[in-house]
């Protein structure tokens, strides 16, 4: 068998990662819920849904740029051993793999994600389809676990795409970057996904969609806590929002009842009042420039090597390397 499946975050941890979650959003202010909990099966399929909208431009802009500069980062990277944080079912991963097909040698793949049958079916699919690749996968949280990745086994590529480090914070990406620096040696490269600022309008269709796709993605996330914490939230008795705020460089999602709302948290043991019109914030999504996208790097001790767009900009490649 040529993969493994390393798992530092199982059902039990996950429940109470969920449960430590839930109870300090919603007894803060803002209210909040983290984005992480928009992804069980439905909120998979929604989601993969909105990528296939007119409106939200992300997943093809960097598709399309994957497949046009896919072989030449594979060439200039050569890599032995690939890390990809959020890998998902590794379909953007498959596009990089594809462009070194041929190449000769051996790749280890690292996907790092917190689902466990997923990851070990991608794993199967994998080394079937590419005969070069072994994987060794990691179950867990890439805000937590990056130090559970196993030491590189040649020049290293690390992977985090579809502007996921946009979901985090200037703080945490910050962390995240610094972790991510950690696991690699001179030679080695990181690939990161940015979406960037553009026009307002542009912006918020892409997360308020006509047909209501996201609307129901940003609903998931109450039936998701249902589940998770014993919960009686109605999502048909919220709205959803989705605006622009130019001033942080984000777009920020919320969620909002029209009339008051008591929910009981049964497991946790905790009851929730939300006024109406009181928002909960379930993501935030922040667009980069070029020019903070490489400060944030160099603030990690990595250095902006090539910087791939499309024609119109709305979505970028970074490619960088240890300082």
């Given amino acids: 068998m040529r993969y493994r499946v390393d798992v530092h975050l199982d059902a039990r941890g996950r429940l109470g990662q969920l449960a430590e979650d839930v109870r300090r959003g919603l007894t803060t202010f803002p209210k909040s819920l983290p984005p992480k909990y928009f992804y069980d099966a439905v909120g998979s399929a929604l989601f993969d849904r909105i990528t296939r909208l007119p409106e939200y431009y992300l997943t093809r802009v960097e598709e399309s740029l994957l497949l046009a500069h896919g072989p030449t980062l594979m060439r200039g990277c050569a890599p032995e051993d690939i890390v990809e944080l959020g890998s998902g079912s590794a379909t953007k991963t498959r596009v990089l793999l594809e462009a070194r097909n041929g190449a000769g040698g051996t790749v280890r793949y690292v996907p790092l994600d917190v689902d466990p049958e997923g990851l070990e079916d991608t794993a199967a699919r994998l080394v079937k389809d590419y005969p070069f690749l072994s994987v060794h996968a990691v179950v867990g949280d890439f805000e937590r676990h990056l130090a559970a990745v196993p030491a590189p086994a040649g020049r290293r590529l690390v992977l985090f795409l579809g502007s996921t480090i946009g979901n985090l ?88 009842p029209a009339t008051a709302q008591t929910v009981h948290l049964r497991r946790l043991g905790l009851t929730v009042e939300i006024a109406p019109d009181e928002r909960i914030w379930t993501e935030s999504s922040y667009k980069f420039t070029r020019a903070s996208a490489a400060a944030e790097l160099a603030a990690a001790g990595l250095t902006v090597e090539r910087w791939l767009t499309d024609a119109e900009e709305r979505f970028a490649l970074v490619l960088a390397t240890p300082a």
């Fill in 169 to 256: 914070d200037p703080a945490a990406r910050g962390e995240l970057l610094a972790s991510v620096r950690r696991l690699l040696l001179p030679g080695d490269h990181f690939l990161l996904g940015v979406d960037l600022v553009k026009d307002v309008a542009v912006l918020e269709a892409a997360y308020d969609d006509a047909a209501g796709v996201t609307r129901e993605f940003n609903r998931n996330i109450l039936r998701v806590v249902n589940r998770g914490a014993g919960g009686d939230f109605d999502p048909e008795a919220f709205r959803h929002i989705a605006r622009y705020d130019a001033a942080a460089a984000r777009i920020e999602m919320h969620l909002s």
